[in-house]
């Protein structure tokens, strides 16, 4: 190997041990509750979906809960927006003061819950809901921060192997630190809809999204194997080994 290219895999390994380090301490807080809805807009409705979703913000932040996350999809699977609920745990969301804020706000709105899901619902021709636990939302914003698109993997988990597709999901968050990629935010079923376990990954845009091409073979081998995979080919032979289903969407992240 000539000089250049093992001072080049020397230095990416060394940065990607310690953004890796920098990472595990970032995410190694209390698990919180999250709704991730994804939604297929009615044909030609998607702008007043997206409006009706952005008019609401104040009104939920007016009831004493979170801003959603929404992401626009742009390639990939087939919902159009997903939007991603923020909500501490089922006793804080669903507690009776929580509620009855949550419901003073949008009568005050002047378009209560009733009359706001009807709206909703004629704009939509399908979704889907899943609670997750994921990491506590200030690392979920501080990771968003300065990003503008989002990957998204959906996995569901082949009987018995849940608990190592969340293991094979963190080997390969390490993996991808180690060649100086980002780690993904990783979120587990709690309840809903049949997803097992959703990843996360936000990037500054398209461009640093494609840097994958510039990481140079060696490292990703050197990278693979100390994250215990056999080397980089295996990574996702043995991710596809543990699943039954498996969907990818890339888009934009919504900025209101």
């Known amino acids: 190997m000539p000089m250049f290219s093992r001072l080049l895999s020397a230095v990416v390994l060394v940065l990607g041990a310690a953004a890796l380090h920098a990472q595990q301490a970032a995410l190694a807080g209390r698990p919180e509750l999250y709704r991730f809805v994804m939604i297929q807009a009615a044909p030609g409705r998607l702008p007043?979906?997206?409006?009706?979703?952005?008019q609401r913000i104040p009104v939920i932040a007016a009831g004493g809960d979170e801003a959603p996350i929404l992401i626009r999809h742009s390639q990939g699977d087939r919902w159009d927006l997903?939007?991603?609920?923020?909500?501490?745990?089922?006793?804080?969301?669903?507690?009776?003061?929580?509620?009855?804020?949550?419901?003073?706000?949008a009568k005050n709105s002047g378009l209560d819950g009733t009359a706001y899901l009807t709206q909703m619902y004629d704009l939509i021709a399908w979704h889907e809901d899943v609670f997750v636990q994921g990491p506590p939302l200030a690392?979920?914003?501080a990771y968003l921060k300065d990003t503008s698109l989002a990957h998204l993997e959906m996995m569901q988990a082949l009987a018995g192997k849940r608990d190592e597709l969340i293991k094979e999901r963190q080997m390969e968050n390490t993996f991808n630190t180690l060649r100086g990629r980002p780690a993904t935010l990783i979120f587990t079923h709690e309840h809903g809809a049949a997803w097992d376990v959703i990843t996360l990954d936000a990037w500054r845009d398209w461009r640093q999204y494609g840097e994958l091409q510039m990481i140079p073979a060696e490292v990703s081998d050197a990278a693979a194997k100390k994250a215990g995979f056999a080397n980089a080919d295996a990574v996702g032979v043995y991710m596809r080994s543990l699943i039954s289903t498996h969907h990818d969407t890339l888009g934009p992240i919504v900025k209101p």
């Open 139 to 141: 690392e979920v914003r």
């Open 48 to 54: 007043d979906l997206l409006n009706l979703y952005l």
């Open 82 to 105: 997903l939007v991603i609920f923020p909500s501490g745990s089922f006793s804080e969301y669903y507690s009776r003061e929580r509620t009855a804020r949550r419901e003073t706000a």
